[in-house]
């Protein structure tokens, strides 16, 4: 492995890639998890957006992540618990590792699912956020996110 490729620190060669289709597939990927969660509610509207790859590339120079937070509230249909039901069984059957399923380490203690994608290499932190603070309401945050790219030559990542 040669070291200013990043691989060393990595633990793998990151793939070149150009950053619209691996947005396109984190967003697709936000998109199969809501599907999956089976209820209905409102969606923050983000999208997904390349960003620094912290180990090898922290000045977005020629290496990318990508990361998309997002949330479902105000539930029309169904229950947030039947939602993180839902996806313990569905990731698993789709390519999905759950590597922890527990409670956070905060004070709140809330359920939280974290999984990765061993053939796309995505992971995913989700978080049924059933105590906050000041009345909040009740949601589920979802956190995807990518493994590092390599940009193509010429793109202009800044």
Not at 132 to 153: E, F, Q
Request: hydrophobic share 30%; glycine share 8%; proline share 5%.
């Amino acid at each position: 492995m040669n070291s200013d490729s990043g691989s060393d620190k990595l633990g793998y060669e990151p793939e070149v890639r150009a950053v619209k289709p691996a947005e396109e597939e984190v967003n697709a990927i936000s998109s199969q998890l809501l599907d999956w969660m089976g209820v209905k509610g409102k969606v923050t509207e983000s999208g997904a957006t390349a960003g620094t790859c912290d180990a090898i590339d922290p000045d977005f120079r020629t290496y990318y992540s990508v990361n998309h937070p997002w949330s479902v509230y105000d539930l029309k249909s169904g229950t947030f618990e039947e939602a993180m039901q839902n996806l313990r069984e569905k990731l698993p059957q789709n390519g999905w590792d759950i590597t922890e399923d527990g409670e956070t380490k905060s004070k709140a203690r809330n359920p939280e699912i974290v999984a990765v994608n061993r053939r796309t290499h995505h992971s995913v932190r989700i978080e049924w956020a059933r105590t906050r603070s000041g009345n909040l309401p009740k949601l589920i945050t979802v956190d995807v996110d990518s493994r590092c790219y390599k940009a193509p030559k010429g793109t202009d990542l800044g």
